[in-house]
């Protein structure tokens, strides 16, 4: 029997510093054997968002020792790795240089195989480490810098059916936060605060909501949380801005996906349709539920990676290093870091990477 492969993945594009070592497994799906990932919210929160160069410097400081935990936790050495894979995009160029040097080091020095990995494909994928899922599948990206539907039709093969125009969701989230007094990043807590409050207290906008197909825009709604937060009396008043603030993002994600699962069946007879929700968002529990039903409503099945893969991490880089690898995908030890990096090049432009403040 050929011998399964075995990835060494290494991420540092925005504020995580995380390696992890994936195996393939005979089933098709993946072995996490180890996964590593050390965040840095302390390190940012004075500042309400994730600063680039404070980011780079923890990254510089960090990587080594992540890299020898996860392999030491993974219980190999490194010559039992088949190949590397570093995300190389999109995302802060000063964070993503430090782990894909290190990526390109190892890879040089040990003779293995390296795979520049796109971190939004390492999202896209991520969901085949558990379970096995067919090509093609929906797939809505929710995180703290990218929210976007895409086709995934196959690895390296993508449409984009339609991205946020302005922020991203969790940015909307973090931005609501701040203004409410949280820290960041504030989303969870968003979520906690919501359930004490009314959330038909406040009406907000819906930008968008009727045009731009699948497309979404939060920044209308984020200056009608900044015009209303100026006149609340009481913490009551805040719980109630929380809950009306989740159930309109609720209602757009709603609505958008119905167009996105639309669009998505469009010329397409007799597949299984799948719906998968990853990044750091899809942690709110009203968010899946919401999903859910509508999904049921639609006949989709709707996948929820575990947290723990959702939201940033180095297996789903591993994984998607390893998918490539297997379709000959090689990189050389020249790949740039790139700030800006779409899955799908043939979409318009319309937001560039994502930084959160
Ligand atoms: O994917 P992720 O861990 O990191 C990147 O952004 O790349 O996502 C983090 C984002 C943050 O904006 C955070 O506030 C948001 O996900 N988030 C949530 C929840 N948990 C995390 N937003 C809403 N509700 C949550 N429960
Ligand atoms: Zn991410």
């Given at each position: 029997?050929?011998?399964?492969?075995?990835?060494?993945?290494?991420?540092?594009?925005?504020?995580?510093?995380a390696?992890?070592?994936?195996?393939?497994?005979?089933?098709?799906?993946?072995?996490?054997?180890?996964?590593?990932?050390?965040?840095?919210i302390?390190?940012?929160?004075?500042?309400?968002?994730?600063?680039?160069?404070?980011?780079?410097?923890a990254?510089?400081?960090k990587?080594?020792?992540?890299?020898?935990?996860?392999?030491?936790?993974?219980?190999?050495?490194?010559?039992?790795?088949?190949?590397?894979?570093?995300?190389?995009?999109?995302?802060?160029?000063?964070?993503?240089?430090?782990?894909?040097?290190?990526?390109?080091?190892?890879?040089g020095?040990?003779?293995?195989?390296?795979?520049?990995?796109?971190?939004l494909?390492?999202?896209?994928?991520?969901?085949?480490i558990?379970?096995?899922?067919?090509?093609?599948?929906l797939?809505?990206?929710?995180?703290?810098?990218?929210?976007?539907?895409?086709?995934?039709?196959?690895?390296?093969?993508?449409?984009?059916?339609?991205?946020?125009?302005?922020?991203?969701?969790?940015?909307?989230?973090?931005?609501?936060a701040?203004?409410?007094g949280?820290?960041?990043?504030?989303?969870?807590?968003?979520?906690e605060?919501?359930?004490?409050?009314?959330?038909?207290?406040?009406?907000?906008?819906?930008?968008?909501?009727?045009k731009?197909?699948?497309?979404?825009?939060?920044?209308?709604?984020?200056?009608?949380?900044?015009?209303?937060?100026?006149?609340?009396?009481?913490?009551?008043?805040?719980?109630?801005?929380?809950?009306s603030?989740?159930?309109?993002?609720?209602?757009?994600?709603?609505?958008?996906?119905?167009?996105?699962?639309k669009e998505?069946?469009?010329d397409?007879?007799?597949?299984?349709?799948?719906?998968?929700?990853?990044?750091?968002?899809?942690a709110?529990?009203?968010?899946?539920?919401?999903?859910?039903?509508?999904?049921n409503?639609?006949?989709f099945?709707?996948?929820f990676?575990?947290?723990?893969?959702?939201s940033?991490?180095?297996?789903?880089?591993?994984?998607?290093?390893?998918e490539?690898?297997?379709?000959?995908?090689?990189?050389?030890?020249?790949?740039?870091s790139?700030?800006?990096?779409?899955?799908?090049?043939?979409?318009?432009?319309?937001k560039?990477?994502?930084?959160?403040?």
């Open positions: 029997m050929k011998e399964k492969l075995t990835f060494l993945g290494i991420e540092t594009s925005c504020d995580e510093t390696a992890s070592v994936v195996r393939e497994k005979t089933d098709g799906t993946g072995d996490i054997l180890s996964n590593v990932v050390s965040g840095q302390d390190e940012h929160k004075e500042f309400g968002g994730v600063v680039p160069e404070i980011a780079a410097r990254h510089v400081e990587i080594d020792f992540i890299i020898k935990k996860a392999i030491k936790e993974s219980n190999l050495s490194f010559d039992k790795i088949n190949g590397i894979a570093a995300t190389a995009g999109p995302g802060l160029i000063v964070c993503l240089t430090v782990g894909l040097n290190a990526g390109k080091a190892i890879a020095s040990l003779k293995k195989p390296f795979v520049a990995v796109n971190h494909e390492g999202h896209a994928l991520s969901p085949k558990n379970k096995k899922i067919k090509f093609p599948y797939l809505l990206l929710i995180s703290g810098g990218h929210t976007q539907f895409l086709e995934v039709k196959g690895v390296n093969d993508y449409k984009r059916l339609g991205t946020t125009i302005d922020d991203a969701l969790g940015e909307a989230f973090d931005k609501t701040k203004l409410l949280i820290e960041f990043p504030g989303g969870p807590k968003i979520e605060w919501a359930k004490k409050g009314d959330k038909n207290y406040f009406e907000l906008p819906k930008p968008i909501l009727k731009g197909g699948c497309n979404l825009s939060f920044a209308g709604l984020k200056t009608a949380v900044l015009r209303t937060s100026k006149k609340l009396k009481s913490q009551k008043e805040k719980y109630n801005l929380a809950a603030f989740q159930k309109t993002i609720n209602e757009i994600l709603y609505e958008k996906t119905k167009i996105a699962m998505f069946l469009k397409k007879e007799n597949i299984e349709k799948t719906f998968v929700i990853a990044g750091g968002v899809a709110n529990l009203k968010i899946r539920e919401n999903l859910t039903k509508l999904s409503e639609k006949k099945t709707s996948i990676p575990p947290v723990n893969l959702c940033d991490n180095a297996a789903m880089i591993a994984w998607a290093g390893i490539r690898y297997k379709m000959n995908l090689i990189d050389n030890l020249e790949f740039p790139k700030a800006r990096w779409p899955l799908d090049s043939s979409a318009p432009f319309l560039g990477p994502g930084l959160k403040i």
